[in-house]
C-alpha cells in the first residue's frame, strides 16, 4: 500500500469579515497579462487568461480551471479566489494561463443551474488538454512542466482529466501535465469508476465541507494509491467548509441547484478559513516547487 498524507490540521477561524493580505508580486517579474483563444479538444473556441512570468528562458508553468460559478463576474473581473492564486503562482515565478469554460459556452456560471449544461467529466478534460497544447507551443514554457489546478468543479475536471483512461487525452499528446493539484472536488461520482491517476495529485479539502464532501476524496485517493496509479496526496484541514481558500468570503449558507441532489437543491457552507487557507497556500507552494524541480 503506497503512502497516503492524509493530514488533519487544526485552523482557527478568525473573524468574518477579516481581510487577508494578498501575496506580494514583484511588478518586474511578471508581463501584462492578455486574452489568447485557441480550441478545446473538442473543437469550442475557447478563450484563456495568460499572466507570463517574467523569465528569461523557458519555465513552469500552472493550467487553472475555475468553479461553477466561472472565471468572470458580472462585471466581467476575474474572481478573487482565482485572482488571488494567480498572484500567488506569478510571486513563485510561473506562467499562469486561466481557462475560460463556460462564457465561450454561452454561460458566465452555472452553480444554480439544475441540469449543469457543462460537465466535469465530458467537456472540461477537453479544455484542459486543448490548454496544455496551446501552451506547450509558447516558446517561454518549458513544456515538460506544466500544472493542472482546479477548484471545485474544476477540480472535479482535473480529476476526470487525470484518470488513467482519459478518453480526452489526446492520442499523439506529447509531454503530459506534470503534475496536479486539486480543491475540494466532488468524488463521489469518479469514485463509482475504476478511477486510478496517470500523473501525481495533491488533493487539498476540508472536514466540514457540506457541499462536496471530503470522504470520499479520501477514498479516492486511497483506492488509486492501492491500485499502481501514480501517487497521490490528501490534506483535510478541520473546521474547513467549502471554499475555505478563498481571500476574503464571509462564512454563509448559500442554495446551489443540481440534477444530482434528490430535490435539485441544497443548502451549503461556505467561506474564508484564514488559517486552512495559510496553510495550504504553504502546502501547494512547495508541492509544485517539488514537482517542477524533480516529477518523481
Known sequence: MRFIALIILTATLGAACQTIAKPSVTPSSVLEPHRVTFNSGDGTPLSAYLFRANTATPGPAAIILHGCGGLLTKSGKMQKRETAWREILLAEGYTVLLVDS????????????KSRPVLPERERPHDAYGALEWLQSQSFVDPSRVALMGWSNGAMAMLWTIRDDARQRPMDLGADFIAAVGFYPGCIKIGRTDFKSALPALLQVGLADNWTMPK?????????????????????????????????????????????????????????????????????????????EDPK
Open 102 to 113: 463556460f462564457n465561450p459556452r454561452g454561460h458566465r456560471t452555472i452553480c444554480r443551474i
Open 216 to 292: 470520499p476524496c479520501i477514498a479516492l485517493v486511497e483506492t488509486s494509491n492501492e491500485s499502481g496509479g501514480a501517487a497521490m496526496q490528501i490534506d483535510a484541514y478541520e473546521g474547513a467548509t467549502h471554499g475555505f481558500d478563498h481571500p476574503n468570503s464571509k462564512p454563509r449558507a448559500i442554495t446551489t441547484k443540481n440534477s444530482v441532489y434528490r430535490s435539485g437543491e441544497k443548502s451549503v457552507s461556505v467561506g474564508t478559513h484564514p488559517g486552512a487557507r495559510r496553510k495550504a497556500i504553504d502546502r501547494v507552494k512547495a508541492y509544485l516547487r517539488a514537482k517542477f
